[in-house]
């Protein structure tokens, strides 16, 4: 691939519901670019963003896929990303280096969740963008009802830019209502024919004129002047609007039929910004010694600067690091430092990416994107930059995993290598967590998802041989006290010799927090001080198991006041054992009961779900703290609930809200469980 100046450079997310069409859209784009001969197809496994074993088996995208293509004498760098939300972390990280988007609507299915959420992604960032209406020709199309349902929902920024010419089976092409001609199917690409006359066409047109007068004085006065603008008017008038937010182009075609498929080239590079002109074309950072802001320009003339924005670890040939270039020039076998880990990394190889294939270049300009391998101390949010201007960017804010699961080897043997492999892959996917539960000897994989995890296993078996399983976590439990009691340990064993003897007087009460606290009142040495810390120590130990399901046992508060000791037989061991009988004893006058971690979870969804959300968790024991009212018609709602209550939440909340809901959770504290589901928990415990 050529090296192309930074203003031939488009940087563009393909974005959208799942299904929608989005990879079939690039392979449409491929082939009008003379890149591929045929068609690929997602259910024949053989599309160029879609080419992991993953993607090719389950038949949608789990990956953000670059697709660097030429055409036109531009250069265009198409970010495919996955429609499922249990992958959104591939979709920030591909934001992150977008300057632009498409959002693809299936025509038959209308505005879907994913539609809505990619549309909020994109406001939030301020990224520009555009709607094409896939699928034209398929199905029940109601394309006045789909324009209708964006304004309403999107408000009055949608811009329709394309008249669709039929609909379904009878879709033939569209009305190009910026050039005043009709762009017309003929087989497997598009021809321009002469305008037709079509109701909605002057009532659009006029819409759009006065979008381009809306974007300057003169333009305003020119306009009602009923003065006529001209082509350039009208193009840089609207690509004003669009980039600034105000426009949102939509237009229609089929990625199966290639109607729509030129068109959408012409917008991507005619409306979509460059990489200097997104966002002021002002890219900020932070030196990483002063901490002080640097503000740098996308240009060439700027010192090397880049963004780590993906890591794909491949067994044969290692790690594969995405990066987009900010600032200056990157070339190859140039030294750079790793600003954010402080390491210092020759980039031995540049090469342009197209899904899985490769191209070798020896540079690669302000804007673009790239890859480069075997740098192993770089990881996915990292900052890549000369080392004589350091710099570092904002790293990517992924979501924190919302399910966890216990993730077993299926071999023993392969304990530690599927250790090894997770963490392989959390560099991949950051959105990914694993956890080692000490207390409950479990290996805990989170994620943002059950079809996320599972992707997982069948990654860990692919990739690096190793089978797991996955099966439900055992709750980490804790046993207390609710009685003071006053005990007596004693430990005598006399077995010829030197024998063992110590005695101890301990009054055990209940603590509102804490794990334990141990309280020293002897008086006249009836107990030597020596011997003290062998008596915590015995309460340290035995209090790992406490008397009703084998679960530690806090908050409590133990006072030695009173015992004795031997000149002759007493020692460490004897003090230690005598402190575990006491304990063992109070256990049993003290009313012990069992706790269980109580979570604080903030849930953000829709207003229309907030009284199913809010009924559903006072079934699981939830005690809401609060709901705040945000963008978006959405609300938060903050509640404690029960760990054991909400281990599949991810899940559920998926199925209540119909995916538009998310959620965060911590560990907030542990309370006593009501009686009936202690019982539950004991009699397990027993069982197993």
Excluded at 15 to 39: C, F, P, Q
Excluded at 278 to 303: C, F, M, V, W, Y
Excluded at 368 to 384: E, M, N, R, W, Y
Excluded at 480 to 485: D, G, N, S
Aim: proline fraction near 4%; glycine fraction near 8%; hydrophobic fraction near 35%.
């Amino acid at each position: 691939m050529k090296n192309y100046t930074t203003d031939k450079i488009r940087n563009v997310s393909f974005l959208g519901h799942r299904g929608s069409g989005k990879t079939s859209l690039v392979e449409s784009l491929l082939l009008r670019a003379n890149v591929i001969s045929n068609l690929g197809n997602i259910d024949k496994g053989n599309t160029v963003s879609d080419y992991d074993d993953e993607e090719k088996s389950r038949k949608f995208s789990i990956n953000t896929s670059v697709v660097s293509l030429d055409y036109d004498g531009h250069i265009y760098n198409i970010l495919d990303t996955p429609g499922y939300f249990d992958f959104s972390g591939e979709v920030l990280s591909a934001l992150t280096v977008a300057a632009g988007a498409v959002i693809v609507l299936d025509a038959s299915e209308g505005i879907e969740v994913g539609t809505e959420k990619a549309w909020r992604l994109l406001e939030e960032r301020k990224i520009p963008r555009i709607i094409f209406i896939n699928k034209m020709d398929k199905g029940a199309i109601n394309y006045k009802k789909i324009l209708i349902d964006l304004k309403s929902k999107f408000g009055k920024k949608i811009a329709p830019f394309s008249i669709p010419l039929g609909e379904g089976e009878d879709f033939k092409g569209f009305i190009n209502v910026i050039e005043d001609k009709c762009r017309i199917n003929v087989g497997n690409h598009c021809e321009d024919q002469p305008l037709v006359d079509h109701e909605d066409f002057h009532s659009i047109k006029n819409l759009l004129l006065e979008a381009v007068a809306e974007t300057s004085e003169e333009a305003m006065e020119k306009y009602f002047n009923n003065e006529e603008f001209t082509v350039e008017e009208i193009h840089e008038g609207l690509r004003k609007g669009v980039i600034d937010g105000d426009l949102v182009p939509v237009l229609v075609g089929s990625a199966t039929n290639m109607t729509g498929i030129h068109t959408l080239f012409q917008m991507i590079f005619d409306y979509m910004p460059t990489p200097a002109e997104a966002k002021d074309g002002l890219i900020h950072g932070i030196n990483p010694e002063t901490k002080e802001e640097i503000i740098r320009s996308a240009k060439q003339d700027e010192p090397f600067s880049a963004f780590v924005f993906k890591t794909i670890v491949d067994p044969f040939i290692g790690k594969i690091s995405l990066f987009k270039v900010n600032t200056g020039t990157a070339t190859k076998d140039m030294e750079v430092l790793n600003s954010t880990q402080n390491k210092k990394e020759k980039l031995n190889n540049l090469y342009f990416v197209r899904g899985i294939k490769q191209r070798d270049t020896d540079k690669v300009v302000a804007g673009d994107i790239a890859a480069t391998t075997k740098l192993q101390d770089v990881k996915t949010g990292d900052t890549l930059c000369d080392k004589n201007n350091p710099i570092i960017y904002e790293n990517i804010k992924f979501p924190k995993p919302c399910l966890y699961m216990n993730v077993i080897p299926v071999k023993k043997s392969d304990d530690e290598k599927l250790s090894i492999s997770l963490q392989k892959l959390i560099e991949e996917d950051p959105t990914l967590g694993v956890i080692r539960n000490v207390e409950t000897k479990e290996l805990l994989l989170g994620g943002q998802g059950k079809k996320h995890l599972e992707v997982v296993l069948s990654k860990l078996y692919n990739k690096f041989q190793v089978q797991a399983e996955l099966t439900v976590p055992k709750i980490a439990y804790r046993e207390t006290i609710r009685k003071e009691t006053s005990v007596q340990g004693k430990h005598k064993k006399q077995s010829g010799g030197a024998g063992q003897y110590g005695e101890v007087y301990i009054k055990f009460e209940p603590l509102d927090t804490g794990e334990y606290e141990f309280v020293d009142k002897i008086k006249g040495g009836v107990v030597p001080k020596q011997y003290l810390p062998a008596v915590e120590k015995g309460l340290h130990e035995a209090s790992k198991r406490g008397p009703l399901a084998g679960y530690p046992v806090i908050n409590y508060k133990a006072t030695i006041y009173d015992g004795s000791y031997h000149s002759v037989d007493s020692n460490e061991l004897s003090f230690k054992q005598a402190s575990i009988v006491a304990f063992r004893k109070a256990m049993e006058s003290a009313s012990p009961v069992l706790l269980e971690p109580i979570v604080k979870m903030k849930i953000v969804i829709p207003e229309e779900y907030t009284g199913d959300i809010m009924g559903d968790m006072n079934k699981r024991r939830g005690k809401i703290l609060g709901i705040v009212p945000l963008t978006y018609g959405e609300q938060k709602i903050s509640v404690e609930v029960p760990h054991r209550e909400v281990l599949g939440y991810a899940i559920d909340l998926k199925s209540m809200s119909r995916g538009k809901g998310s959620f965060e959770f911590d560990f907030l504290k542990y309370e006593k469980m009501p009686e009936n589901v202690a019982e539950k928990v004991i009699e397990e415990a027993q069982q197993s």
